[in-house]
């Protein structure tokens, strides 16, 4: 598998019920584990992390660490993921707090030897905020380190956006120093079936966004959100999506692993799923490498799909307005 074709995880959900889960059955399906969610917190100056509800030195992390090891020493890069839905960590980290709160996160990278951070941007937050963090990021920690965004999918072609600044202008000001973009193609702001808007975002403001820095959030579990895709429709979007891409498609991150299907109770399974669809479309490229024609059928797929997504849109908007009419005229 190429570097370009992540097979990611989320992994919030250490507990399920009061059932530890182990991340030990993704070892050789995946590439990277997303260790979600690190916050800083203010007033705690010094012990100002916490990952989700305790700080990473708890207790209730003491099965999680010797795993996440297992992981590493077995190929898989562990990434922490900063920040999401709860507000207050890169408020911590403006000019003002910078000197306060920066030190504690630097510490937690260190003390539990993190291959990356994923900064998932939330709240509005200025732009000088984040190209700051992942300058010195890279300074402090070399250019191994691995510095991935988690925005919303429609954020990449400059439409809706939680973060509050410009992606194409943080590329243009600090790409060299991104490893990819995890595009949340979910709750509202995207999806990955139909495909289209994956080429969309690559083909963006000249293709700034390149497909090996394009990987593919999708939830895992239609109860985690909003625009859940069923794993058939995830598998012919990676199909297509290599064929057109070949190894230079991104890749696919699963929001979250805890609860992952098409098989209940073993979450592991998804990520095999994605990793054999992924290891399949690239032999079968392999044997079409030359062949142009098959990457136009796939691509016309994909505008097929957009086609109808397009029709079936439009006959909505009539009916919508077409009662609202009624509703107005009283017949």
């Keep these: 598998m190429s570097d370009a074709s ?3 995880v989320y992994y919030q959900t250490q507990y399920d019920a009061g059932n530890y889960v182990s991340p030990l059955p993704l070892i050789g399906f995946i590439t990277h584990l997303y260790l979600a969610a690190y916050h800083l917190n203010f007033n705690k100056v010094g012990n100002s992390v916490t990952l989700n509800d305790h700080p990473p030195s708890d207790a209730y992390y003491d099965q999680m660490w010797p795993e996440i090891t297992e992981l590493q020493e077995n190929g898989v890069k562990v990434i922490g993921m900063l920040g999401g839905a709860a507000p207050g960590t890169y408020t911590c980290l403006s000019e003002e707090n910078w000197d306060t709160y920066y030190p504690d996160l630097y510490q937690t990278i260190l003390d539990y030897d993190l291959d990356g951070m994923d900064l998932d941007v939330e709240q509005s937050t200025d732009i000088e905020v984040v190209t700051r963090l992942i300058t010195q990021l890279k300074a402090d920690f070399g250019q191994d ?7 919303v999918a429609s ?3 400059e439409s809706g956006n939680l973060s509050g600044f410009n992606y194409v202008d ?5 790409g060299g120093n991104i490893s990819w973009y995890n595009a949340q193609f979910y709750s509202g702001f995207g999806s990955i079936f139909p495909d289209d808007q994956y080429v969309s975002i690559v083909e963006h403001a000249d293709g700034v966004f390149q497909p090996e820095k394009v990987v593919a959030s999708t939830l895992t579990n239609p109860s985690l959100g909003g625009g859940y895709v069923n794993t058939d429709s995830v598998v012919q979007s990676i199909r297509d999506l290599t064929a057109v891409y070949g190894r230079s498609f991104g890749g696919v991150a699963g929001w979250e692993y805890f609860a992952s299907i098409p098989e209940a109770g073993s979450p592991w399974k998804w990520a095999q799923l ?4 992924i290891n399949g479309a690239a032999a079968k490229l392999m044997g079409t490498e030359s062949s142009q024609s098959a990457k136009d059928a796939a691509y016309e797929r994909i505008m097929a799909r957009k086609a109808a997504r397009e029709a079936a849109q439009a006959e909505t908007d009539v009916d919508l307005l077409s009662g ?3 509703e107005t005229t009283g017949n």
């Design 6 to 8: 992540r097979v990611a």
């Design 155 to 157: 954020a990449l072609e």
């Design 145 to 151: 380190f691995l510095i991935t965004l988690a925005p």
């Design 324 to 326: 609202y009419r009624l």
């Design 274 to 277: 994605i990793h054999d669809t």
């Design 170 to 174: 943080l590329e243009h000001r600090v």
